[in-house]
């Protein structure tokens, strides 16, 4: 009996571990399909390509714009409208200033998220800092355009809508993926 406890416990915590790693290793891709089907994250599409849905629609939507950064980027980061009121199918143009108040050139990326999540799929940005990396120089600033205009498909529950921005700092990822 003693000898059957000690061979099979040993072989429960390495089958333990091994389902411990393959849970963490599938955890993004189970993230991504929750998010998915729950309509929670909120994740943008990418540029939208084709041209601008027009719509007769008289309804308007407020869209209000967040500028955050990580904690480890102290730039100046915000948006040049904290909300703006459109109809739907109307393209806006709005923009987004950054000031990099480091004493060294850095490389940011931007990433999207929009409230609430249903309504990421009728925002379409035509033109988004989002897109690419952003570098700057040492106390160096800029204006970011963001283009966008809402598919008139907009959901009739929804009125208002938040399109935030997060902005980290990559620039170490970005030097090793040039290498």
């Known amino acids: 009996m003693k000898r059957w406890f000690n061979l099979t416990t040993p072989s429960g915590l390495i089958c ?8 963490g290793f599938m955890l993004v891709p189970l993230y991504d399909v929750f998010c998915e089907v729950t309509g929670l994250n909120g994740k943008t599409k990418g ?24 904690a480890n980027l102290p730039w100046d980061f915000s948006p040049q409208q904290e909300e703006i009121a459109l ?59 963001l283009v966008f205009f809402l598919d008139p498909a907009l959901p009739e529950h929804i009125t208002k809508l938040t399109l935030s921005y997060t902005l980290f700092d990559i620039s170490e990822t970005a030097t090793a993926s040039a290498r």
């Open 87 to 145: 109809k739907l199918g109307e393209r806006k143009q709005t923009s987004f200033e950054i000031k990099n108040t480091y004493d060294r050139a850095v490389i940011a990326q931007a990433i999207p998220s929009v409230s609430p999540a249903v309504a990421a799929d009728y925002l379409n940005k035509v033109e988004c800092f989002c897109f690419q990396k952003q570098p700057l120089e040492a106390s160096e600033s800029k204006q970011f355009p």
């Open 16 to 23: 333990a571990v091994c389902v411990m790693f393959a849970f």
């Open 47 to 70: 540029q939208y390509q084709g041209d601008v849905i027009s719509s007769n629609s008289e309804r308007m939507i407020t869209i209000q714009f967040v500028a955050n950064r990580n």
